[in-house]
Each structure stands twice: as C-alpha cells, then as structure tokens.
Nanobody, 126 residues
Framework: QVQLVESGGGLVQAGGSLRLSCAAS????????MGWFRQAPGKEREFVAR??????SYADSAKGRFTISRDNAKNTVYLNMNNLKLEDTAVYYC?????????????????????WGQGTQVTVSS
C-alpha cells in the first residue's frame, strides 16, 4: 500500500478551474494505477478518472472537462478540472490500485483500490 494525501480543493465559481494533487509515499508509486473518485452530499462515492499503464479513462461526467495526469518523479497524480459545474461539488479522493490492467467494469469500483487519501473538498458556486 501507499499513503496518499490530496490537496488543491477549494471554492470556485461555476465555469472556473481547479487542479487537485495527490502526493504518494513509497518507492513503488509508478507501479500503481491511480484513480480519482468523488462523493457528493447524500450520494455514493463515484468514479471520476483513472491513469494506468493502459492509458487514461474518465467517467462520462468528466470527459472533455477533466484531465488526469501523473509525475512519477514527484510521486504525484493530478486532476485538472475545467468548466466546473455546480454538480461537481463533492469531496474528491485519490486512490491507488496495484493492478494496472483491468477492464472498465472493474476499475470503476472502489474495491479494487487498496489505498485511499483523506479527500479534499471542492465546492462550485453559482
């Protein structure tokens, strides 16, 4: 497992942008697939994006607006969010999956990720 710490959340107006960061500990960061999830008030946690040796994948709600990337030299994964909407308001979590090659029916599930950060709040206002 790795330890994960998110940062970069905050309050932003609709249409604005934020960049979330997730710093990981450990020398094996590059071997992990990394994901971003979010949980809005009263809702279940949902998949947002993933980066792995297979490439990047996004939830439909994130396609065209969010970009996931990583810097293995810095042990950090990022989520760039543009054109933010009110419905993007949520706590955002990063997570690490020790298995890079998974079908989409699996990598969108929380259970395949064995390490989680504490979350960072993103609030989008009108």
């Amino acid at each position: 497992q790795v330890q994960l710490v998110e940062s970069g959340g905050g309050l932003v107006q609709a249409g604005g942008s934020l960049r979330l960061s997730c710093a990981a500990s450990g020398r094996t960061f590059s071997s992990y697939a990394m994901g971003w999830f979010r949980q809005a008030p009263g809702k279940e946690r949902e998949f947002v994006a993933r980066i792995s040796w297979s490439g990047t994948s996004y939830a439909d709600s994130a396609k065209g607006r969010f970009t996931i990337s990583r810097d293995n030299a810095k042990n950090t994964v990022y989520l760039n969010m543009n054109n933010l909407k009110l419905e993007d308001t949520a706590v955002y979590y990063c997570a690490a999956d020790p298995t890079n090659y998974r079908a989409s029916s699996y990598y969108t599930r929380e259970g395949v990720y064995d390490s989680w950060g504490q979350g960072t709040q993103v609030t989008v206002s009108s």
